[in-house]
């Protein structure tokens, strides 16, 4: 992370001194949030005459950096003359940290209401923190023996808002709620469903993908997206992982044997 924002800011800086001309001021502004990293390189430097400055491999590598943290990067002109470069960085939860644990930190990020999203990445997968973290409103729970590929495709999913969890866990994830689900406090929730939006609720809990839904339920794909989407929004779900506590909760799932 600290190498990604010294590269960001490296970059960008280097833009200006490429493409501003002498005498501009640059002002550097990074804000350190419990769920993010915001950075801002602003310059009053002048601008090509196509009112962009020149979008190669710098600014390229400045976005696969960003989007490796499921951020995102913008580069511009800036109010009243001069050139802006923004990138905001999603951060990953430990579940052991000084001062807060990653299980609380993770509880306040989401009591927010903010649109952030949390990965947690830990080398403990006891299914207590595993069921806590989740609980708490994570997105995922990654362990850190995962692959690199896996830890990016891990990001990127969470980050596109879907969900993901480490495979190894994901059946005993599933018995714990199957065994200690709470009592069904949420049934106004759904109420809201109709019969077949209950009958995607069903099929998320007991982990089907879209794919397995559609042909389960005789339906298109693209319908099925519909289908889960309204499901989210009645329920209050944040993402799919989230809907399966939410059917655990309620009795509406159980493993299924696949």
Sequence with gaps: MQLTVYRIVQEAM????????????????????????????????????????????GLLGMRERVALYGGHLSAGPAPGGGWTVAATLELLMDIRMPGMDGIEATRRIVATGARSRVLVLTTFDLDEYVHAALRSGASGFLVKDARPDELL??????????????????????????????????????????????????????????????????????????????????????????????????????????
Excluded: C, M
């Design 14 to 57: 280097t833009n200006t001194l490429k493409h501003a001309g002498a005498g501009t001021r640059v002002d550097l502004a990074i804000d350190i949030g419990a769920d993010r990293l915001g950075i801002q390189v602003r310059d009053t430097g002048r601008t090509v005459r196509s009112g962009r400055r020149h979008d190669g491999q």
């Design 153 to 258: 495709a891990g990001i990127r999913a969470v980050a596109g808002g879907d969900a993901v969890i480490a495979p190894a866990l994901t059946r005993r994830l599933l018995d714990e709620f199957a065994r200690y689900g709470s009592a069904p406090t949420d049934a106004p929730r759904v109420d809201r469903l109709t019969e077949r939006e209950r009958e995607i609720l069903v099929a998320i809990g007991e982990g089907w993908t879209n794919g397995e839904i559609a042909a389960r339920l005789v339906l298109s794909e693209s319908t099925v997206k519909t289908h889960v989407g309204r499901v989210l929004a009645k329920t209050g779900a944040r993402d799919r992982v989230q809907a399966v506590i939410f059917a655990y909760d309620l009795g509406l799932a159980r493993p299924s044997v696949r």
